[in-house]
């Protein structure tokens, strides 16, 4: 292959897709990109890349882009729901050596995009399946053409037609939640904390931060509720959203008064897969491991992936061989990231006087211990500085 550059067909132009193109565009491949919408955009929906997610866009050449539009933030804050009494904090950033920005979607989405050739993305071309043999890998697409290249990735999200192709036509588990999510301008809700926040609470929990500089103020309501449309633009009633956090803190209660159109998706997931790749073909991001959103690790994990991966194929000349590699090393982080992500649904669900009492008492007489609890998430997978 070294008479020429290698080609990566990557099916999905979401955050996972397009770091994998640009990863391996960096790295010297020709990298082209199939999103089956019609144009690349998101809705308004924030998103947080803790230190291990800076670290991969520091290693895709985007951090100062994404760094300027997006909140740094000081703090991660557990309060109770009701009353906004602080339980917890984590301070962010020195610890582990590098920022946690809270990021609007759009803004990583269009700084990603903008950092790839002009043309990279093919628009309005959705993906059916892929082909494999000894020269590479070919992607099909559902309008009956074939595209030809040395690598094939599936980052097409959870119910990926590349994993279904790949593994079968298993359905996801719906695990039982609903998450909401909406932005409102900062001013509209004054005395919301200036920091990541947690608000626990029975059978529900949110999660709030400053976007854009501290402009916006994202929020994100995980509900149980036996509802299972899966699509993140399902427009939500205000109202109804308005009703499942009644009696609230009151900086929650202003947001949520100026909150005019919220989304709402089901919550699914699946197991830790047996196998990311076949052949020269690979599941990158959520069609390899969907992520729950309470752990904050979706988009990271993706990123991590694409950054990984361009380094295991570095020099290497049997792709198949270096992508059962990529597994191997990435698989046993990512699951522990997902079995965290369910296990936090648990615990910001519980909202009984001794729980509180414990986590304020570990708090209180051991600083530190929330944060030696996150050493392992935001200082690997490559390291990072901690204390």
Known sequence: MSGRRRRVLVA????GGLAAALALHRAGWEAQVFERAGEIGEVGAGLQLGANGWRALFAL???ERVEAGAFAAPAIEMRRGRGGALLAAVPLGARWGAPHLCVHRAD???????ALPQGAVRTGAEASGYETGPGGAALRLASGETVEGDLVIGADGL??????????PEAPRFTGFVAWRATVPAEAAPGAPRCVTAWTG????????????GRLLNFVGLVREDWRNEGWTEPGDPAALRALFPGWAPPLARLLEAVEAPFRWALFDRPPLPRWSDGAALLLGDAAHPMLPSLAQG???ALEDAVALAARLDGATEIPAALRAHFAARIGRVSRVQAEARANLARFHRDDPVTRLGIRAVHRLAPGWFA???DWLYAGPGGGRHH
């Open 372 to 374: 030696r609890r996150l």
């Open 202 to 213: 029975a059978g529900r929990h949110a999660v709030t931060y400053p976007l854009r500089g």
């Open 61 to 63: 050449g985007v951090a």
């Open 108 to 114: 990583l989405v269009a700084a990603l995009l903008a």
């Open 159 to 168: 119910r990926s037609r590349i994993r279904e192709a790949m593994l079968g």
């Open 299 to 301: 988009a990271a994990q």
């Open 12 to 15: 999905g132009g979401g955050v």
